[in-house]
Structure formats: structure tokens, C-alpha cells
């Protein structure tokens, strides 16, 4: 079978536009046209797109993924360490995802127990907190 870029989506799971995109950003090379006929992909490039979707699924970035393709297999230190920083950042985010949560459930709670009014105590609460954080309070 000839890998056109139509049988490398289908493969890959991915979509023709996707592989135009990857190709535009450096993350996958174009094979060259030949003068007549359509380009074919190595079959390589379907594992290629599989392991740029499944580290997006991973939580890295596209850059980092260019980077992780760079460094290849025989860099493993390099790959753990980028690895780390992003499960570091993961964590982060996650922490601060919990704490955002935890003001949100708050917020509702206190709008669950205010007294029925022409106001509403969320927005009133959220109108004061901004005005603290402008005034430095």
C-alpha cells in the first residue's frame, strides 16, 4: 500500500490537516513530489504522529515535543529531566486548579445560605474581591 497522506491520516488517526500542520512546524518531514503522482510517507511516520499524539495527551506541548523528537532515544537523562519539569508543572497547575475549586465551592455555598435579595451575594462577593485586590487590601 502507498502511504499518501490520506492512508497516513487514516493510520495515524489523524487528519490530512494535521499532517500539514506538523509538516509546516518542523514536527514531520514532506516527502519530496515526485513529478507525477502523490508524495509517499515512510511507513515510520505513522508511529511518529502516534507518539506527538500521545505526548500531547501527556500534557506536552508541541515545542516540547519538537525538543523530546531532537534529543531522540539516546538521551534518556535529557528526556527524564524535561519529563520532570513537566510533572512539576502538572502539579502546579493541579494544586492551583484544587485551590480555585476550593474559593468556587465557597463562593456557592455562601450564595446557597445568603437570604433571597434583588442581589446576588456571588457577584457581590467576587465585585468585592476584585475591588481588594485593586485597592491592595
Same mark, same amino acid.
Given at each position: 500500500?502507498?502511504? =499518501?497522506?490520506?492512508?497516513?491520516?487514516?493510520?495515524? $488517526?489523524?487528519?490530512?490537516?494535521?499532517?500539514?500542520?506538523? %509538516?509546516?512546524?518542523? +514536527?514531520?518531514?514532506?516527502? $519530496?513530489?515526485?513529478? !507525477?503522482?502523490?508524495?509517499?510517507?515512510?511507513?515510520? !511516520? /505513522?508511529?511518529?504522529?502516534?507518539?506527538? *499524539?500521545?505526548? %500531547?495527551?501527556?500534557?506536552? =506541548?508541541? *515545542? $516540547?515535543?519538537?525538543? &523530546?523528537?531532537?534529543?531522540?532515544?539516546?538521551?534518556?537523562? @535529557?528526556?527524564?529531566?524535561?519529563?520532570?519539569?513537566? +510533572?512539576?508543572?502538572?502539579?502546579?497547575?493541579?494544586?492551583? &486548579? /484544587?485551590? &480555585?475549586?476550593? $474559593? &468556587?465551592?465557597?463562593?456557592?455555598?455562601?450564595?446557597q445560605r445568603g437570604? !433571597?435579595?434583588?442581589r446576588c451575594s456571588?457577584? @457581590?462577593? +467576587?465585585? !468585592?474581591?476584585?475591588?481588594?485586590?485593586? =485597592?491592595?487590601?
Amino acid at each position: 500500500m502507498k502511504l =499518501t497522506i490520506g492512508n497516513l491520516a487514516k493510520q495515524a $488517526e489523524v487528519t490530512v490537516e494535521t499532517i500539514r500542520y506538523y %509538516q509546516r512546524i518542523g +514536527l514531520l518531514d514532506e516527502p $519530496e513530489k515526485p513529478d !507525477s503522482g502523490y508524495r509517499c510517507y515512510p511507513l515510520d !511516520s /505513522i508511529e511518529k504522529i502516534r507518539f506527538i *499524539k500521545r505526548a %500531547q495527551q501527556s500534557g506536552f =506541548t508541541l *515545542k $516540547e515535543i519538537t525538543e &523530546l523528537i531532537a534529543l531522540n532515544s539516546g538521551h534518556c537523562d @535529557d528526556v527524564r529531566k524535561i519529563a520532570e519539569q513537566k +510533572l512539576v508543572r502538572i502539579n502546579q497547575q493541579i494544586n492551583a &486548579l /484544587i485551590m &480555585l475549586r476550593n $474559593e &468556587l465551592d465557597q463562593l456557592v455555598k455562601g450564595c446557597q445560605r445568603g437570604v !433571597s435579595t434583588n442581589r446576588c451575594s456571588l457577584i @457581590d462577593t +467576587l465585585a !468585592s474581591a476584585e475591588s481588594d485586590s485593586k =485597592t491592595g487590601k
